[in-house]
């Protein structure tokens, strides 16, 4: 069973949008803070972007004004709007729940991660 999978990544132009989505299983979706994360090429993975069930939002300052995180609760789905992209934006993207991933840590579940590769 797929608990995770994220999609709508690809090869973009600096300046130009991209729009993730991220599809979780309700076990990891409902009631759960939902997280955003990117690993770039030979670094850690980060936390980008978070919502909460009722949709408040926090954004790592580096994509604070051009990304924009939604979910919509009836679909278990979470969304990155991603604007005005820069090839630092250029990573691996990942979701997951902040419960999950805090609970079990390295035994947590992961999707496939959907590449965003940014041009200049």
């Known amino acids: 069973q797929v608990q995770l999978s994220e999609s709508g990544g690809g090869l973009v132009q600096a300046g130009g949008s991209l729009r993730l989505s991220c599809t979780a299983s309700g076990t990891i979706f409902r009631g759960n803070v939902m997280v955003w994360y990117r690993q770039p090429p030979g670094a850690q993975r980060d936390v980008v972007a978070t919502?909460?069930?009722?949709?408040?939002?926090n954004y790592a300052d580096s994509v604070k004004g051009r990304f924009t995180v939604t979910r919509d609760n009836s679909k278990n789905t979470m969304y990155l709007q991603m604007d005005s992209l820069k090839p630092e934006d250029t990573a691996v993207y990942y979701c997951n729940s902040w419960a999950t991933v805090r609970t079990l840590g390295n035994r947590a579940p992961w999707g496939q991660g959907t590449q965003v590769t940014v041009s200049s």
């Open positions: 919502i909460t069930p009722v949709g408040s939002t």
